[in-house]
């Protein structure tokens, strides 16, 4: 079997309901690796919305509107980790009934699971 083409497309969230499907198509040659080609193709979707919102950014403080672009994009990645934000939800949990739907998550992760623990002792 030889892969002749491959596309990556990805949607962007920009808030406010908005949003931004960005996608590349490469044709491969023979003996041409799709892996690689999906992985750069991958890159080059990201960088392009990365520049996008640059100008996005630059057109709305032209606009004066620069305040409310910051309130519209969302990021893509939190700076906050998975484990951050799951010790956040085990730490405004105010029943044992409400800590429980956590314990799952928490049996995956050493640190999370004494974070669970401490807090079904303060419970």
Not at 25 to 42: W, Y
Request: proline share 2%; aromatic share 8%; glycine share 4%.
């Amino acid at each position: 079997m030889h892969i002749q083409t491959v596309s990556y497309t990805r949607t962007f969230n920009l808030g406010n309901y908005s949003s931004e499907k960005i996608g590349v198509e490469f044709s491969l040659n023979e003996g041409e690796s799709a892996n690689k080609a999906l992985d750069h193709a991958r890159e080059l979707v990201e960088e392009y919305h990365v520049e996008n919102l640059k100008r996005l950014k630059k057109n709305h403080e032209f606009l004066g509107l620069d305040e409310v672009l910051a309130e519209e994009i969302i990021p893509t990645q939190s700076k906050k980790t998975i484990a951050e934000k799951t010790k956040d939800f085990i730490d405004s949990c105010k029943t044992k009934e409400e800590l429980k739907a956590w314990e799952l998550m928490s049996k995956n992760n050493p640190e999370l699971l004494q974070h669970y623990n401490n807090k079904l002792k303060t419970l």
